[in-house]
């Protein structure tokens, strides 16, 4: 009978053990197995234990990826919204009063009318 509450405190022992790991894979941590790693080598130290943990409750950075597609587009849109200066010959946006390298007045000039 000794054998039950011996084995009942190894696997409540176990599961705070690997309570970081456990919140890591609850939270889809995108290092959950660095997570369990950590704490598997280093969670028997309280730091190793406590820094499992934290690294299981923080926040995942996203990082927003560029297809290309997306990469293709970005170029003729800008082209689209801008014109050339005619002093300098730099592009600068299509709504400038006034060209920001050679300082020229777009106003003075009479504007085109798109159709």
Not at 25 to 37: C, M, S, V, Y
Not at 69 to 88: E, F, N
């Amino acid at each position: 009978m000794e054998i039950i509450p011996a084995l009942l405190l190894i696997a409540v022992s176990l599961f705070i053990y690997f309570i970081p790991y456990i919140v890591a894979t609850q939270n889809k941590k995108q290092n959950a197995g660095a997570i369990g790693a950590l704490n598997f080598f280093l969670g028997w130290t309280l730091v190793g234990w406590v820094v499992a943990l934290v690294w299981a409750m923080s926040k995942d950075v996203v990082v927003p990826q560029t297809t290309p597609s997306t990469v293709a587009t970005v170029p003729a849109l800008a082209a689209s919204v801008q014109k050339k200066c005619p002093d300098c010959a730099e592009m600068v946006l299509a709504d400038a009063k006034k060209c920001r390298f050679c300082g020229h007045d777009f106003s003075a000039a009479i504007p085109l009318h798109v159709k």
